[in-house]
């Protein structure tokens, strides 16, 4: 495996610009297919034959449409969740204002909301608008409400005028004081690849390493290069996500390990680089060590692993 990895590290090094390249080619191919792809990610997370899962299929089994897409993670995600070829679903959860009740009154409150949300049933692919007293959906204190929204359509084929009348009727009861979300069908959120958690995780780690280093261009290395890889692992998952189901969980562990193990690594193999060009080694000679003292760390038997990673100087 060392003489491996070091004809293939000795290699890039000599090559490096068209290695550089080759690998933004790649990302570029990757980046390219994961577009034709549309980013098809499955928001169900199931492990088949779990104990949670055959609740889950129990479930759908008895209730049918009126599931509401319990046990799916997606709240009122119906079927859908499990298989996006079927009908979906939307929840409507209402709170009542600062200070009152939903039952106040004579249950004016929860009067004035059904009175915005039960014309729904009317809409276009809305197959049935849920009654929350029967279905006691209802607080006891009257603080909040639910209502689902069941759709003849799966969530990508629901009409536009139907998701509009649904905000509208939702904006309808912000106006009047209420506090209203809306989840499921084609109300999910889209998915999204880099969040602001993730960058600010980036901007830490730059700030970090360069007071480290004292060297922009030391510190950037490890940035770029987990980057990069991240890149072409995240494309390579959205690519994929054409051809098989692939649940959006999977890219977000791909970004958190990919961050972490790229920049954590390439950190350690740059410091004992640096390390070792400052005792008057050659590049090659410097890639040759790490190459075969600090990359190969299995079998961790190799007396040599240990003496190399225990002479690390951070």
């Known amino acids: 495996m060392a003489s491996a990895l070091y004809r293939i590290g000795t290699f890039s090094f000599r090559h490096r610009w068209a290695v550089l390249l080759a690998w933004i080619a790649v990302l570029a191919a990757l980046l390219a297919g994961a577009a034709a792809a549309g980013l098809k990610m499955s928001d169900s997370f199931t492990i088949p034959n779990t104990e949670s899962d055959r609740a889950q299929q129990l479930v759908v089994e008895r209730l049918g449409d009126a599931a509401g897409g319990v046990g799916t993670g997606g709240g009122s995600a119906s079927q859908s969740a499990v298989d996006p070829d079927l009908p979906s679903s939307a929840r409507i959860v209402v709170g009542a204002p600062e200070g009152e009740s939903l039952l106040d009154d004579n249950a004016a409150g929860l009067a004035t909301v059904l009175g915005v949300l039960a014309p729904l049933a009317q809409e276009d692919d809305v197959t049935a608008v849920s009654d929350p007293v029967a279905a006691q959906a209802v607080a006891p204190d009257g603080s909040v409400m639910y209502v689902d929204v069941q759709l003849g359509s799966p969530a990508d084929d ?13 904006q309808t009861l912000e106006d ?16 999204e690849i880099l969040g602001p958690t993730e960058s600010l995780g980036v901007i830490v780690a730059l700030a970090v390493l360069i007071v480290t280093f004292g060297s922009l261009l030391a510190a950037g290395m490890p940035i770029v290069t987990a980057l990069l890889g991240v890149g072409v692992g995240a494309a390579g998952v959205l690519a994929l996500s054409a051809t098989i189901e692939i649940s959006s969980a999977t890219l977000t562990l791909a970004l958190m390990l990919g961050l972490a193990v790229g920049i954590d690594y390439a950190l350690f193999l740059l410091t004992r680089h640096r390390q070792q060009l400052a005792e008057g080694m050659t590049p090659v000679e410097s890639l040759k060590f790490v190459e075969q003292h600090m990359v190969p760390f299995y079998p961790l038997g190799d007396y040599k692993v240990a003496a190399g990673v225990a002479q690390i100087k951070i």
């Not at 629901?158 to 939702?170: G, K, L, N, S, Y």
């Not at 209203?180 to 889209?190: D, L, R, S, Y």
């Open 176 to 191: 009047q004081g209420y506090t209203v979300a809306v989840t499921g069908g084609p109300f999910t959120e889209e998915l």
């Open 158 to 170: 629901v009409p536009a005028a139907t998701v509009t009348a649904v905000r509208d009727a939702e």
